[in-house]
Antibody, heavy 119, light 113 residues
């Protein structure tokens, strides 16, 4: 079946970096893009950015420019989200989601990866 | 950025009764070129990722029960659960995908009365 499977939970110190993976299966990876959406504890959903799986073109949220990098590996149908200079307010569940466009009705979601930033 | 505002923040409905959630966008999300409203509705159960229920404001995804329906146009949208079931307890989010960045409402928590 169509699914996105993410890497496991991470605990990081302030100032460190984290890289979350998202492996796609059940569909042609390069026919869509992957968005990343985060959810702080008890809060709503915030779009972080999107990458085209075919071209590698990215579109990042303005408030994360310079700290986030999204990449894909088409040989393994895996997307990656790298977030640097972590702060305590980056503590959240990070989701990948399938979307053809950077703004899309995201139809398949990963299970989420909890990233905790704490000293 | 387009701001999506949902109301109410929470509601409690008896089993079998109707639940109605409203969503208002800060600008129109109706495309004049294809006459489609770029609004989706997602359901998020505790400890789970969101699940897409409806796109284009009123088109249900495959497998979504027909007790879920979406309506509205322009800036005002509604998600209706016609007969609430126990498994519908969740937080519901509207989302616009008319422009980047896509944005979500703050969520509406639906509980059983």
């Amino acid at each position: 079946q169509v699914q996105l499977v993410q890497s496991g939970a991470e605990v990081k110190k302030p100032g460190a970096s984290v890289k979350v993976s998202c492996k796609a299966s059940g569909y042609t990876f390069t026919k869509n893009g992957i968005a990343w959406v985060r959810q702080a504890p008890g809060q709503g959903l915030q779009w972080m950015g999107w990458i085209s799986a075919s071209s590698g073109v990215t579109n990042y949220a303005q408030n994360l420019q310079g700290r986030v990098t999204m990449t894909t590996d088409t040989s393994t149908s895996t997307a990656y989200m790298d977030l640097r200079s972590l702060r305590s307010d980056d503590t959240a569940v990070y989701y990948c989601a399938r979307g053809f466009y950077s703004a899309d009705a995201f139809d398949i979601w990963g299970q989420g990866t909890m990233v905790t930033v704490s000293s | 950025d387009i701001v999506m505002t949902q109301s109410p923040d929470s509601l409690a409905v008896s089993l079998g009764e109707r639940a109605t959630i409203n969503c208002k966008s800060s600008q129109s999300v109706l495309s004049r070129s294809n006459n489609k409203n770029y609004v989706a509705w997602h359901q998020q159960k505790p400890g789970q990722p969101p699940k897409l229920l409806i796109r284009w404001a009123s088109t249900r995804e495959s497998g979504v029960p027909d007790r879920f329906s979406g309506s509205g146009s322009g800036t005002d949208f509604t998600l209706t659960i016609s007969s609430l079931q126990a498994e519908d307890v969740a937080v519901y989010y509207c989302q616009q995908y008319y422009s980047t960045p896509p944005t979500f409402g703050q969520g509406t928590k639906v509980e059983i009365k």
